[in-house]
């Protein structure tokens, strides 16, 4: 047995490590977190001080056990979990459950996953930080009390089966604000005017008026006005300009960035990252620094100079801007910035350019502009001096790229091609210009934009709100949760104007664009808004974001020792806990209710509220014995769904028929438009050109004769008396259904010939092996299977009878 047992979080950290140590040392993962709270309401005692209640989660209990036997058997157990505030805990509680002296046990730490750092780590080991786990445990302890006392509530007051949390709902509030700013925008009208001139060699000028028009009629008196004018260069302004490299990459602008340039969600950035940092190629991916080493800087220094030339390179260190930093450790970065590609899968490529890309262009030199303004003067046919207005050109041309040459970073902001800036063709001043055309387009105020996953993280992380590693986790559950839905929609079309002077004619036509469309955006939900309602109302301080920024400081607080945790839970839970009881006797249920008119047929109010499983619109008041209800589409809202929307609803179910002797039927649920055969439920898919309310009974008929093709196709296997097992076409394969588990059929296995009795060893093998599951970015965790004693079962019944598949299962009609 290795005299060193070093325990790290995820078993790819602990390969990578066990290869830099030698064999006096055996590295062994605890797959994350190995103790939490219970889920139930004795895991803190609240009257003793706020005291948590710990216990070994139950896909853990193995873990631990081995690496107690292995602590048991070593001379020296070293600590390796990641550097931040959950992985000190997690040593902590590793310490705790392996029955180590916290004291006394070893715990080293690493930015980057090098034989270097791994071995200076080894030489330069501390003891657990108990403040930094104390700062842990009082985000733990104040998140579970927020949840598990608001969540009730929600239950009560709004609708079963709902969650609050403290950073999760002040996160779809956010969401909610700006729905309400778009709901509440006015859009307007204005026309910019553009000239096109024509110069030698084929060149042309463009140069747009320096004020934007409102009106139509004053649009076509300028363009008027402007027919047969003399015009002129008045004056010509030329400046030089900087533009500096942005800062090495922190949690939140990585996934920024990644979101931009890759197209990659929060949690995806988070997952390949992991990847890249376990594998030893950057530096850990939870932070909010902006510092590099000063050996960082000169491998920049080093690649920068052999690469590009010593006059691209100008060595700086950047100071961060965000509130309440917790992390004094480096950027993310490149191990070693002389790799510029690494091996891997396509995304760890293309996330580890950006990263080095990003990094290098943070240490070189500033690129150099020069912006060139030329202003147009306007002389209408007949006068003697110009008019006030002028046209406007702007030029921008780079003398010296610096950091240009290798990045360039991204915006939120859409792009415009409203703008006539570019490279100005050359000018002097009294140069006069002949107009080749003139237009005044009509443009529209834009509406504030809907949040990205990034730049969601980008606003938390501006008032201070959470941390790096809880930005993903945040992101996932609000879409979890169904408060938020993160989807792609279609514009709407839309007309607009343009007047064209060309040849001394006015011309004017309408022309159509499609305006509204987005992707990737985050909506909030119709549950989303009521909750939040409901939140703000009568919790306005937990909702409140300068609280929750002041909460974040506090644990910042905590984990410097200046501050007991357990204070900061008193003064916290009293008040909190009172507003729940207030709210618990006096608020009133709230379901979003609102009333759209009045049904022609029946003359009762017609409603549209939350109902207990979601958006839905109601014919009758809430103590009218026979109401009528019908769900909403997915893409419709309780928040402005037209009382014409609402009728077309109560359309449904359709009847269209009768199939092989059962009714055949369509309607709305949950997830989207179905046909109904008897139990059979068939999705019906929008995009195909069905509608529930247009279908015709043939077609809904080979939809169900599509579904039972599926359906036989899927399966290869049965086995009459245990219908809970089956043999099965998947995805990526054939495999074995074993009631709610799935079991892996052996590579080269001829899956149709299985018998009964090598589908039972299969599954016994997979019970005596259990599988992993995938945990907190993309970290594995043991999972433990529920046991089904298939064979003894079989035993006692006798062999259960085999069903082969046909290959179809449609009938002629």
Request: proline letters at 5%; glycine letters at 6%.
């Given at each position: 047995m290795s005299k060193n047992l070093v325990i790290v979080e995820s078993p790819a950290k602990a390969k990578t490590i066990e290869g830099y140590l030698g064999s006096d040392y055996i590295v062994k993962s605890s797959y994350g977190h190995v103790r939490d709270l219970p889920k139930s309401d004795v895991a803190i005692n609240i009257k003793d001080g706020f005291v948590p209640v710990y216990e070994v989660t139950e896909d853990k209990k193995a873990v631990v056990s081995e690496l107690r036997k292995l602590a048991q058997k070593s001379e020296t157990v070293w600590l390796a979990t990641d550097e931040d505030r959950e992985g000190e805990a997690i040593s902590w509680h590793l310490a705790e459950a392996l029955n180590l002296d916290v004291k006394t046990t070893k715990r080293i730490v690493f930015h980057e996953i090098t034989k270097k750092a791994i071995q200076e780590a080894i030489k330069n080991p501390r003891y657990i930080d108990l403040d930094l786990v104390n700062a842990q445990q009082a985000r733990r302890v104040l998140d579970r009390l927020v949840g598990f006392e608001l969540s009730p509530v929600l239950w009560k007051k709004v609708r079963p089966s709902l969650s609050a949390g403290r950073v999760q709902s002040v996160a779809v509030r956010i969401l909610v604000e700006r729905e309400r700013e778009i709901e509440k925008f006015s859009v307007s009208s204005f026309y910019n005017v553009r000239g096109i001139f024509g110069l030698e060699n084929n060149a042309a000028l463009k140069a747009d008026l320096s004020r934007k028009i409102v009106e139509s009629s004053e649009a076509n008196q300028f363009l008027q006005q402007s027919n047969g004018a003399n015009f002129r260069i008045g004056d010509i302004e030329t400046k030089p300009a900087k533009r500096t490299a942005a800062a090495?990459?922190?949690?939140?602008?990585?996934?920024?960035?990644?979101?931009?340039?890759?197209?990659?969600?929060?949690?995806?950035?988070?997952?390949?990252?992991?990847?890249?940092?376990?594998?030893?190629?950057?530096?850990?991916?939870?932070?909010?620094?902006?510092?590099?080493?000063?050996?960082?800087?000169?491998?920049?220094?080093?690649?920068?100079?052999?690469?590009?030339?010593?006059?691209?390179?100008?060595?700086?260190?950047?100071?961060?801007?965000?509130?309440?930093?917790?992390?004094?450790?480096?950027?993310?970065?490149?191990?070693?910035?002389?790799?510029?590609?690494?091996?891997?899968?396509?995304?760890?490529?293309?996330?580890?350019?950006?990263?080095?890309?990003?990094?290098?262009?943070?240490?070189?030199?500033?690129?150099?502009?020069?912006?060139?303004?030329?202003?147009?003067?306007?002389?209408?046919?007949?006068?003697?001096?110009?008019?006030?207005?002028?046209?406007?050109?702007?030029?921008?041309?780079?003398?010296?790229?610096?950091?240009?040459?290798?990045?360039?970073?991204?915006?939120?902001?859409?792009?415009?091609?409203?703008?006539?800036?570019?490279?100005?063709?050359?000018?002097?001043?009294?140069?006069?210009?002949?107009?080749?055309?003139?237009?005044?387009?009509?443009?529209?105020?834009?509406?504030?934009?809907?949040?990205?996953?990034?730049?969601?993280?980008?606003?938390?992380?501006?008032?201070?709100?959470?941390?790096?590693?809880?930005?993903?986790?945040?992101?996932?559950?609000?879409?979890?949760?169904?408060?938020?839905?993160?989807?792609?929609?279609?514009?709407?079309?839309?007309?607009?104007?343009?007047?064209?002077?060309?040849?001394?004619?006015?011309?004017?036509?309408?022309?159509?664009?499609?305006?509204?469309?987005?992707?990737?955006?985050?909506?909030?939900?119709?549950?989303?808004?009521?909750?939040?309602?409901?939140?703000?109302?009568?919790?306005?301080?937990?909702?409140?974001?300068?609280?929750?920024?002041?909460?974040?400081?506090?644990?910042?607080?905590?984990?410097?020792?200046?501050?007991?945790?357990?204070?900061?839970?008193?003064?916290?839970?009293?008040?909190?806990?009172?507003?729940?009881?207030?709210?618990?006797?006096?608020?009133?249920?709230?379901?979003?209710?609102?009333?759209?008119?009045?049904?022609?047929?029946?003359?009762?109010?017609?409603?549209?509220?939350?109902?207990?499983?979601?958006?839905?619109?109601?014919?009758?008041?809430?103590?009218?014995?026979?109401?009528?209800?019908?769900?909403?589409?997915?893409?419709?809202?309780?928040?402005?769904?037209?009382?014409?929307?609402?009728?077309?609803?109560?359309?449904?179910?359709?009847?269209?028929?009768?199939?092989?002797?059962?009714?055949?039927?369509?309607?709305?649920?949950?997830?989207?438009?179905?046909?109904?055969?008897?139990?059979?439920?068939?999705?019906?898919?929008?995009?195909?050109?069905?509608?529930?309310?247009?279908?015709?009974?043939?077609?809904?008929?080979?939809?169900?004769?599509?579904?039972?093709?599926?359906?036989?196709?899927?399966?290869?296997?049965?086995?009459?008396?245990?219908?809970?097992?089956?043999?099965?076409?998947?995805?990526?394969?054939?495999y074995i259904k074993s009631g709610k588990e799935n079991v892996k059929i052996p590579k080269g296995t001829d899956a149709a010939t299985l018998s009964l009795d090598e589908v039972l060893e299969l599954i016994k093998k997979a019970e005596e092996n259990p599988s992993v599951k995938r945990g907190k970015f993309g970290k594995k965790a043991p999972v433990s299977k529920e046991k089904v004693p298939l064979k003894k079962a079989a035993a006692k019944k006798g062999a259960p009878k085999k069903t082969v598949a046909k290959k179809s299962a449609t009938k002629k009609k």
């Open positions: 090495p990459f922190t949690t939140s602008t990585l996934q920024q960035e990644a979101s931009r340039k890759l197209g990659f969600s929060v949690a995806q950035t988070m997952t390949v990252a992991q990847r890249l940092y376990e594998s030893g190629k950057i530096t850990y991916m939870r932070t909010d620094s902006v510092n590099l080493s000063e050996f960082a800087m000169d491998a920049c220094k080093n690649e920068i100079n052999s690469s590009f030339g010593s006059q691209y390179s100008k060595p700086r260190q950047y100071t961060g801007k965000s509130k309440g930093a917790q992390e004094a450790h480096e950027a993310i970065r490149p191990t070693e910035m002389a790799a510029r590609e690494v091996d891997g899968e396509r995304n760890e490529i293309r996330l580890y350019e950006l990263i080095w890309k990003r990094t290098i262009a943070s240490q070189m030199a500033d690129a150099e502009l020069e912006k060139t303004t030329a202003t147009v003067s306007i002389t209408p046919q007949g006068a003697s001096q110009p008019i006030k207005d002028v046209l406007v050109a702007k030029g921008e041309v780079i003398k010296f790229e610096g950091f240009l040459k290798v990045y360039m970073e991204s915006t939120d902001d859409e792009e415009s091609d409203d703008s006539a800036s570019g490279m100005l063709p050359p000018l002097k001043v009294g140069q006069e210009l002949n107009l080749s055309e003139m237009t005044a387009t009509q443009r529209y105020t834009q509406k504030p934009p809907r949040y990205s996953e990034a730049a969601l993280v980008k606003k938390l992380e501006e008032l201070g709100i959470g941390r790096p590693s809880t930005y993903a986790p945040t992101i996932s559950t609000v879409q979890k949760r169904e408060y938020v839905v993160k989807e792609e929609r279609q514009g709407t079309e839309r007309k607009y104007e343009v007047v064209t002077l060309k040849s001394n004619r006015i011309h004017a036509e309408t022309k159509t664009e499609t305006t509204g469309a987005e992707k990737g955006k985050l909506y909030p939900t119709d549950i989303g808004i009521v909750v939040t309602d409901f939140l703000v109302e009568n919790f306005p301080t937990i909702l409140d974001y300068q609280f929750t920024a002041k909460v974040e400081e506090e644990f910042d607080t905590i984990a410097e020792g200046k501050m007991e945790w357990q204070e900061m839970m008193k003064s916290f839970y009293k008040p909190f806990h009172t507003s729940v009881e207030r709210t618990l006797e006096t608020a009133q249920r709230a379901t979003g209710e609102r009333e759209l008119g009045t049904d022609p047929a029946s003359g009762k109010p017609i409603i549209a509220r939350i109902g207990r499983f979601g958006p839905m619109v109601q014919i009758g008041a809430s103590d009218d014995e026979d109401k009528k209800f019908a769900s909403l589409r997915s893409e419709q809202s309780i928040g402005n769904i037209s009382l014409e929307e609402a009728l077309k609803l109560f359309e449904l179910p359709r009847t269209l028929g009768e199939y092989e002797g059962k009714s055949v039927s369509t309607a709305i649920g949950r997830f989207g438009p179905y046909v109904k055969h008897g139990s059979t439920f068939a999705s019906i898919k929008p995009k195909s050109g069905d509608d529930p309310y247009t279908i015709t009974f043939e077609r809904a008929v080979e939809v169900i004769r599509e579904k039972a093709l599926a359906e036989s196709l899927r399966l290869i296997t049965a086995f009459d008396e245990y219908p809970d097992i089956q043999v099965l076409n998947g995805r990526f394969g054939p």
